[in-house]
Each structure stands twice: as structure tokens, then as C-alpha cells.
């Protein structure tokens, strides 16, 4: 893939260079829907097939490359570049008379300086009929006399530009079979217009065809687009609506457009159709399938019913961010904390950033800890009283989400835990406490108070003792090392340090949807006040489950999230983004891919099925609004 460096990005709003000649077949009148069709950035123009340059002069790329078998045109085009004030002195020398007209074409324009005989093609395309470029078998320009009034033969503002121009680009006087291999590069955006296929007797191309472009010219082209294409260039080409292009190029995209020949003797035969090809260069993220096998060590992830949490789609997570050669993996919302650890076991550099205490903590005991473990008897100690107990849990909490025995126990383990002064052990007994209470509590959320979600299942009937201390086996037991230095950060991803080298940025945020709400810490907040110990928090005493007010998040409006996913993209702009969201959250497919277009090069979108563990979002008309498309939006 070609430096950022090396990109020209397409301004619209650009004014345009004028084109130096009348050209029959030129591209004026469908530069819009060509420019509609082009990448919106690309590392070099290239145009074999360069003609009359309508989309050349009016892009006016730097650095292209253009080129034509024509070396009369292409004298002129190198002409203006060196010499533009030649050109302009031997141009004023003609004037619009039939007997002038006759006498200049009778000239050899090989005989005659570079820039006498670019002015001789300037003039006899002003003056000769519509614009026609036509010689006989000999090589000589037949055209006839135009007899227009008062054409503009010396547009001295137009070659000024073009000279600025040309004098920056590469003109060649080749063939496309030999400019094409030696020239273009995956990033290049090469557009092809070849002399057209006839629109009548199909079968008889040859005979039908005045130019020197055959049938077999036509396939080669095509087998040459097909290169291009595994090469990673973006391509268009326009040609006739003829059946052998929509046979040839039926692998890519082929619409037909409504045009006028400028050329065409009867008027009622003025009415035509063109067909525009858009080759767009392979994507490397493609189809991506559930074939990504997990790393064994993701089956020790001691996983947990956790709001958003990626567990069924790590395989297309995986397929996508494996594709990526990257040094440093950024999780930048990492709520479970399971996609950090999956690219943890996967050997890459992780940084998991999340504004929640509880995510960041388990980060800290399961991603940036290498092989620090909370010995199990200790983990038992910490169940017994020691330490002074404040009995917060017990009095603020009482009978709203555990029994009394319970709080009294949390109240220990809170104290017990901060006495432990190794970061990663205390690390590691914070999340199996929280994990603990995860699991004790009906649906594993704090929304509501007594247990009306109980349906016996096993985990409500075991002890709290019992779950602490097989959640700290099960975190001991993923401890695990890779040899790369993974860091745990709690605090907004606004203010997440920008990764140096390269990486790839994974945006898990919250969805915002007009039919539910994403607040975690609603859904959270006693644990999350676990992981904090309630400090920095107010506790809403007057409210029935004795929440905290949620964290100040961009992403609890529709315009919030739109203009934060726009922050976002410009602060990891150098890196590879892949961000993950839902169907019916808003900004909606078009408006993400627009934002990261911004940004990126490519962006591609990978659709997945997806059904969300939460119940809460409704029916609508007898189907469930769980099931939705989960879209990958991956940005390079």
C-alpha cells in the first residue's frame, strides 16, 4: 500500500483547466458520473488512452501519468509543457481561411520544429470540422474546413494552465500494453478510454471498425484490467454498449448511460449509450467468514454475562484485524476486556482503555498482568475478617440486591482487598469479587432490586464464597505472558494516547439507539461502585436502586456520537480502524462509512448476524428487535 504521503486526494471544488482541443468520443458531458465513480483519494492518475484529456484537465492531478499511440498529440502535449510561448507564437501566425486551413494541412508536421507543429495541431483542430482528428492510410490529417465565424484558435489563458500542468506530468507515446505493466501500482487510479467497439453488425468487428484497435486489442485491455485489479488499482472504463464489454468486464461493475454524439451527421442518430466499468481494487478484509480459528488460550477468558461483549463474534473480529500486519493493538472500549485478550494471545501489544473501573481493573489483573497470581489460600484469607470493615455495602445497600449475609461479606472482601499492595494481586481479587457478584445476581445487571429474575439456575444457588473463589482460579488460571509489554488505562478515549508505529485502533462504543438506552453504569453501577470503592461517585439515595449518576458520554445522543465517531477517526487517523456497531444504532451505515472516509483511504463493511443477549429492546409487529446485523467497519 503506497505512504499516506504519496495520496492525491480529489478536490471537487477545484476549478478546472480547460482542454487544449475539440476531441471526438471526449468525456465532457460524462465527467460528472466519472468523478462520481472515482476513489476519493489515490496515490497517481494514470491515462493510457489520454485523447482530448477531458477528465485529465479537469482534475488536474500531480505527478500523472498520461499517455496515447498518437505522437502527433502527444508532441503537442510535450510541446506546451517545454514551450508554451513557441506554441503561442507560431499559433497567432494562422488565420481562419479556407486557403490557410488547406495549406497548414498539407504541411508534414514531422519536418517541423516541436512547437510550430504543436501549434499546427491546435489550429487545424479549432478550424477543421467538429473537432475530428482523421487521417488516411498515408498519415495524413483529411479533415475538412470548418468554416466556423470566429473560432477560438489562441486561448493563450488555457495553454498557460495546461503548461503548469503538463510540465508535472509524465506523457508517454506508447502503447496501453506497454505503460500499463511498467507503471501502475496498487493505490493508482488508471482511467481507460479506448478507442470505442462499433454499436452495429456485431459480428463482423473488423470490417465495422475504422480504428486500429481490433477485437483482440478490446481482450487484451480486459485481461489487463483484470491485472490491474489484483494489483489493488481502482479503475474506470467507458466504452460503447456493446455485448462483448458486458461479457468482458461481467466480474465488475457495468452501467449503462443515456449520451449524445457531438459527431453524428443526422441529428436523430446524436441519441447513444455509453457503458462506464468500475473496477474498485480487492479489499483485503473481502467475505470474512467464521473460519478464524481461536487461539486455545481464549477458552481460559473467564467469561461473564457482560452488556456488549464481543463472545460470538471473535471470530469475524479476528478474520478482520489478522488480515492487518500490526505491532500494537488499541481496545478503546473494552468493557468484558475479552477483544484485548483475544489479541493479547494472539502475540500483539495491547492497550485496553475503557472509562469504567470495573473494565479497567480486569484489564489490569488479565492483560497487562504477565504471571502475577493470587495464591488460593490467600484468595480464602481474604473471605475471613481482618482488616476494620466500614460496613458501607451492608447499611447502603441492605436488602435491595444480595441478603445480609452477603453484603457483610462483600463488606470484608472490600476491606481485606485494600490491604493487598501488589497492583495486579489486588488487581485480580477486585475483578473475581466483581465476578462474583456477577454471577450471584439474577441477569447479572442492577437495574431493578429483589430477585424476581430467579429461575433457580445454579449460579443463584451457589454460595458468594464459592463463586469468589472459583473466579480467582479461573483469572489465575488465564494469567499468561506473551512477551510484549500490554498496558491497562482507565479514562476517556478522547484523551487515549495516540499509538506510535503500526497499529490498529478496535472502537467498541456504545450504541446509541432511539430504542433503548447504552448506559452501562445504569445497568452496573454497583459493581462499577466496587471497583472505585465509591470514590468520585454520589450515590442518588433517593432513587430506589441507589444508583450513581452515569458518566458523561458523547455517545448518549445522535449527534453526540456522530460528532465523537469524527473525533475519533481524526485521532487514530494514522492507524487501522475497525469499529463494531449494530443495524439500528445510529449514525446509521451510510453516515459511518461517510465519517471514515474522511480519514481512510478504504473502508469496507463486514455484516454479521446477530441476536443481543439483553431482551430489552421491544417487539415490533411479532419479531424481535434482538436480531440484528452487527456491522464490522473497518477503515485502512
Not at 494541412?105 to 517541423?112: A, C, H, I, M
Not at 503500526?502 to 461502585?529: A, C, K, Q, T, W
Amino acid at each position: 500500500m503506497p505512504d499516506s504521503s504519496d495520496e492525491i486526494i480529489l478536490k471537487k471544488s477545484l476549478p478546472a483547466c480547460r482542454p487544449l482541443l475539440k476531441w471526438a468520443g471526449g468525456k465532457t458531458q460524462l465527467l460528472g458520473e466519472i468523478r462520481e465513480r472515482m476513489p476519493d483519494r489515490y496515490r497517481r492518475y494514470i491515462e493510457p488512452f489520454v485523447g482530448g484529456g477531458a477528465l485529465f484537465f479537469s482534475l488536474r492531478p500531480t505527478g500523472g501519468v498520461i499517455a496515447d499511440k498518437n505522437p502527433e498529440l502527444v508532441n503537442l502535449y510535450r510541446a506546451v509543457a517545454r514551450d508554451v510561448r513557441g506554441v503561442l507564437h507560431h499559433l497567432r501566425r494562422y488565420r481562419n481561411a479556407e486557403e490557410v486551413f488547406y495549406a497548414v494541412r498539407l504541411q508534414d508536421w514531422r519536418v517541423l520544429s516541436s512547437s510550430e507543429a504543436a501549434a499546427r495541431t491546435l489550429y487545424l483542430n479549432r478550424t477543421g470540422f467538429n473537432g475530428l482528428y482523421r487521417v488516411n492510410r498515408n498519415g495524413q490529417f483529411n479533415v475538412p474546413f470548418g468554416r466556423y465565424k470566429n473560432p477560438l484558435v489562441v486561448d493563450e489563458e488555457a495553454l498557460e494552465a495546461a503548461k503548469v500542468l503538463l510540465s508535472g506530468t509524465t506523457i508517454l507515446c506508447a502503447d496501453f500494453r506497454d505503460v500499463l505493466p511498467d507503471v501502475a501500482r496498487t493505490g493508482d487510479f488508471v482511467f481507460l478510454d479506448p478507442p470505442y467497439l462499433p454499436v452495429s453488425r456485431f459480428a463482423d468487428f473488423r470490417r465495422y471498425n475504422p480504428e486500429p484497435f481490433s477485437i483482440d486489442d478490446h481482450a487484451a485491455l480486459a485481461a489487463e484490467v483484470e491485472r490491474l485489479h489484483s494489483r489493488g488499482c481502482h479503475v474506470i472504463l467507458t466504452n460503447a454498449n456493446h455485448p462483448f464489454v458486458h461479457e468482458a468486464y461481467r466480474a465488475f461493475s457495468v452501467e449503462i448511460l443515456k449520451t449524445r454524439r457531438s459527431i453524428a451527421a443526422a441529428g436523430r442518430s446524436r441519441a447513444g449509450e455509453d457503458v462506464v466499468v468500475t473496477v474498485r481494487p480487492p479489499s483485503p478484509v473481502g467475505d470474512v467468514q467464521k473460519t478464524s480459528v481461536l487461539p486455545p488460550q481464549m477458552q481460559k477468558f473467564p467469561e461473564t454475562r457482560y452488556m456488549g461483549s464481543k463472545h460470538k463474534l471473535l471470530p469475524e473480529i479476528l478474520g478482520v484485524i489478522s488480515l492487518f500486519d500490526c505491532d500494537t493493538v488499541v481496545d478503546l472500549f473494552a468493557g468484558s476486556g475479552i477483544v484485548g485478550y483475544l489479541m493479547k494471545a494472539e502475540g500483539k501489544q495491547v492497550l485496553s482503555n475503557d472509562h469504567m473501573f470495573l473494565s479497567s481493573t480486569a484489564a489490569r489483573a488479565l492483560i497487562e498482568n504477565d504471571s502475577v497470581l493470587l495464591p488460593a489460600e490467600e484468595a480464602k484469607a481474604l473471605l475471613e475478617p481482618g482488616r476494620p470493615v466500614d460496613r458501607f455495602v451492608e447499611r447502603t445497600f441492605a436488602g435491595l440486591y444480595f441478603a445480609d449475609e452477603v453484603n457483610r461479606r462483600i463488606d470484608i472482601l472490600r476491606a481485606n482487598i485494600k490491604g493487598i499492595t501488589n497492583p495486579a494481586r489486588r488487581a485480580i481479587a477486585l475483578t473475581a469479587l466483581v465476578r462474583a457478584c456477577l454471577k450471584k445476581r439474577p441477569r447479572g445487571i442492577f437495574t431493578y432490586v429483589g430477585h424476581r429474575y430467579d429461575d433457580g439456575r445454579r449460579d443463584l444457588r451457589r454460595t458468594f464464597e464459592e463463586h469468589f473463589l472459583e473466579a480467582v482460579d479461573r483469572i489465575n488460571d488465564a494469567v499468561f505472558g506473551n512477551g510484549k509489554e500490554s498496558q491497562a488505562r482507565n479514562g476517556d478515549a478522547l484523551t487515549c494516547p495516540v499509538p506510535a508505529g503500526s497499529s490498529l485502533v478496535y472502537i467498541d462504543p456504545p450504541y446509541y439507539s432511539p430504542l433503548s438506552d447504552n448506559s452501562y453504569v445504569r445497568r452496573y453501577h454497583f459493581v462499577e461502585g466496587l471497583a472505585r470503592d465509591w470514590q468520585g461517585v454520589d450515590i442518588e439515595m433517593h432513587t430506589l436502586t441507589r444508583k450513581f449518576g452515569s458518566y458523561p458520554t458523547p455517545f448518549s445522543t445522535r449527534k453526540g456520537a456522530v460528532l465523537a465517531f469524527d473525533r475519533l477517526f481524526d485521532r487514530f487517523r494514522d492507524s487501522v480502524l475497525v469499529v463494531s456497531y449494530a443495524s439500528n444504532a445510529r449514525p446509521d451505515l451510510k453516515e459511518m462509512v461517510q465519517l471514515m472516509k474522511k480519514y481512510k483511504r478504504h473502508v469496507e463493511v463486514v455484516p454479521v448476524d446477530y441476536r443481543y443477549c439483553f431482551g430489552n429492546r421491544g417487539q415490533e409487529s411479532g419479531k424481535s428487535r434482538n436480531v440484528v446485523q452487527e456491522y464490522l467497519f473497518v477503515g485502512f
